[in-house]
């Protein structure tokens, strides 16, 4: 089974500044996506960043970019010039590359906060 | 329509009774998914569609949970004989189709309490 670890439940950054966040995950399979998702006090998730496991370079999106570490199952976030906006539940998500996408797993979670 | 929307926005029951929850997803995805988030935790799977049928059930939590879909569109979650423990935000996803290439679009959730 696939098991996913964000040991951060909580954490800060001062507006403009960076911070990163951490995943690590558990799995015996090669193949698999890994997703960030942001979730707003609106409860909707967002989905900020995808990784394919296959794919050695690391993905960026605008001001997110992830650090991936396959071999050590480590699937880092790290935010540049943090936004008042930022600021939200991040949850890092494992996906098993197959048919049917229903496998999601997701961790606990990490409160960050950004401040003015 | 523009998003994935979800009814009640609020849901307060006691224990005991049935609850509908209901998900409206986006116009032309053919794959749907139930989550669910107890407080202070991650998203738990329940049960996902292509189009009407439910290849796996194997998340829902107890026989009290159940789901169906109907025109490849509205799904609704049922929870009978509700429990305290049952209290969570269900969240309802939907995609273009079931596959892992395919992008999982929110909608806003649910928040069952259950008194």
């Known amino acids: 089974a696939q098991t996913v670890t964000q040991s951060q439940p909580e954490m800060s950054v001062q507006e403009a500044e960076t911070v990163t966040l951490s995943c690590t995950y558990d799995?015996?399979?090669?193949?698999?996506?890994l997703f960030w998702y942001k979730q707003p006090p609106s409860r909707q998730m967002i989905l900020v960043i995808r990784?394919?496991?296959?794919?050695?370079q690391n993905a960026t999106e605008n001001r997110f970019s992830v650090n991936f570490q396959k071999a050590a199952k480590s699937f880092s976030l790290k935010i540049s010039d943090s936004q008042l906006g930022d600021t939200a539940m991040y949850f890092c998500?494992?996906?098993?590359?197959?048919?049917?996408?229903?496998?999601?797993?997701f961790g606990a979670g990490t409160r960050l906060t950004v401040k003015p | 329509g523009a998003g994935v929307s979800q009814s009640p926005s609020n849901k307060v029951t006691e224990k005991g009774k049935d609850v509908e929850l209901r998900c409206d997803p986006i116009?032309?995805?053919?794959?749907l998914y139930w989550y669910r988030q107890r407080l202070g935790q991650g998203l738990e799977f329940l049960i996902y569609?292509?189009?009407?049928?439910?290849?796996?059930k194997s998340g829902l939590p107890s026989d009290r949970f159940s789901a169906e879909r109907t025109g490849e569109s509205v799904s609704t979650l049922t929870i009978q004989r509700t429990q305290q423990e049952d209290s969570a935000v269900y969240l309802c996803?939907?995609?273009?189709?079931?596959?892992?290439?395919?992008?999982?679009?929110f909608g806003p959730g649910t928040r069952l309490t259950v008194l």
């Open positions: 990784q394919e496991a296959y794919k050695q």
């Open positions: 116009s032309g995805h053919t794959a």
């Open positions: 569609f292509q189009g009407n049928s439910a290849p796996d």
């Open positions: 799995t015996s399979e090669n193949n698999y996506y």
């Open positions: 996803a939907s995609s273009l189709f079931a596959s892992s290439y395919n992008e999982q679009f």
């Open positions: 998500a494992f996906m098993k590359h197959a048919g049917n996408n229903n496998d999601m797993r």
